[in-house]
């Protein structure tokens, strides 16, 4: 199994510039997560979802776009680039036997926005 | 805003002796969870206490939660130079639409030099 996987690793956006950050997980995981990790903070949850066709807002939702058309797919549109959004953006998903809690994480995608 | 505020902040022990890490919250939880995150990549689950339980073990880690005083710590036994890694406290709330949401703490930055 891949687990979760990014895409892309790395990206650059100028202000103004829209984009999608693309996670998937092969572990037919429920729940899936994005997170944004800001220098020496947490992570900060921006929207996550409970089944496809199902999302919800987190704590840091503005600016950030999802859907889940899928099981397999959770994609995270930024609508209009913000240099307040340059972070590292962190997908996670849950929902494996025997702990429905335990997340797993992908490699991340470290964003700069200009 | 953050649920989890974790102590230390930093600490740099040598290898071969116990870390301990804390980590306070301030809502009710379902579970408490520790994720490790080495530099530049994403996170690794350790560990899942949950409410009703006192103290856990797995390996070199032991987990004791106290719901009463919102508060958890993490012990690293023995610790080598490959524990040097970030350390992430995070709670689950309760209802089963929050297992894909986690609250994080801002982390612990530990160093165990050789």
């Known amino acids: 199994n891949a687990g979760v996987t990014q895409t892309p690793k790395f990206q650059v956006l100028k202000t103004g510039q829209s984009m999608t950050l693309q996670c998937a997980q092969d572990?037919?995981?429920?729940?899936m997560s994005w997170y944004r990790q800001d220098p020496g903070m947490g992570l900060r949850l921006i929207h996550y979802?409970?089944?496809?066709?199902?999302?919800d807002q987190g704590e840091v939702p503005n600016g950030y776009n999802v859907s889940r058309s899928t099981t397999e797919d959770f994609p995270l549109r930024l609508l209009s680039a913000a240099p307040s959004q340059t972070s590292v953006y962190f997908c996670?998903?849950?929902?494996?036997?025997?702990?429905?809690?335990?997340?797993?994480f992908g490699p991340g995608t470290r964003l700069t926005v200009l | 805003s953050q649920q989890g505020e974790e102590d230390p902040q930093a600490l740099s022990i040598q290898e071969g002796e116990n870390a301990t890490m804390n980590c306070s919250y301030k809502?009710?939880?379902?579970?408490l969870q520790w994720y490790r995150q080495n530099s530049g990549r994403g996170l690794v689950h350790l560990i899942l206490i949950r409410s009703n339980e006192r103290e856990k073990h797995s390996g070199r880690l032991r987990v004791t939660l106290d719901t009463s005083k919102k508060s958890s710590s993490l012990l690293i036994t023995a610790s080598r130079a490959a524990d040097t890694a970030s350390y992430f406290c995070a709670t689950g709330a309760p209802g089963g639409t929050s297992y894909g949401k986690l609250t994080f703490g801002q982390g612990t930055i530990l160093t165990v030099h050789p």
């Open positions: 996670a998903s849950s929902g494996g036997r025997p702990s429905y809690n335990e997340q797993f």
């Open positions: 809502t009710s939880i379902n579970n």
């Open positions: 979802s409970v089944g496809a066709g199902i999302t």
């Open positions: 572990m037919n995981h429920e729940y």
